[in-house]
């Protein structure tokens, strides 16, 4: 979902396995909710090498989710 605040918008994904990310696309800051466990990882663009392969794959086609629908808006 591309959020209406332009011209930065927010960019918020939530996934079938309850995993939520939220974008903040004027401060390149990512925010994972897991609700498996109850985490919350907050990161900037350039940590997502850090994150375990299934939450970087998630962040990953988010992230190209989000390319797309800015080119259309």
């Known amino acids: 979902m ?3 605040n332009l011209p930065f918008p927010n960019f918020e994904a939530e996934f079938k ?3 939520k990310l939220l974008h903040q696309v004027s401060t390149d800051k990512l925010v994972l909710k897991c609700l498996e466990g109850q985490k919350e990882i907050s990161l900037l663009n350039g940590d ?3 994150l375990e392969p299934r939450l970087r ?3 990953t086609m988010s992230l190209k989710i989000l390319d797309v629908c ?3 808006e």
């Open 2 to 4: 591309l959020m209406k």
């Open 17 to 19: 396995c309850g995993t």
């Open 48 to 50: 997502i090498e850090l």
């Open 57 to 59: 794959q998630l962040v």
């Open 70 to 72: 800015l080119k259309q």
